[in-house]
């Protein structure tokens, strides 16, 4: 990363966060509308109103998950910390984290 004075704006596109981060999310939800992914479930955390929070992991990599009530009412497993899955669905930017 390259910092610079905001003065020198020259012919260059500057975006805000706001911007980039909404780029970025039509970028990804329109390159992998949804996907298979595999990993190990951790940081698993379920609220009062029934959505499932985890985050799936491999050696190199994390990525955040929600498994919302309406669709994990289905599921005929226990979800835990140290599962191995293989998951599907959207894939989105969540715009507030990045």
Known sequence: MRVENKGLKEEKRIYTVSE???D???LLENTF???WVEGEISNF???QSGHIYF???DAKSSLRCVFFRGANLSL???LKDGLR???FGGITVYAPNG
């Open 24 to 26: 970025v999310k039509v």
């Open 76 to 78: 005929k497993f226990a």
């Open 20 to 22: 980039l981060t909404d």
């Open 33 to 35: 509308p949804e996907a």
């Open 45 to 47: 955390s379920q609220s």
């Open 85 to 87: 899955v293989i998951a």
């Open 55 to 57: 985050s799936l992991k």
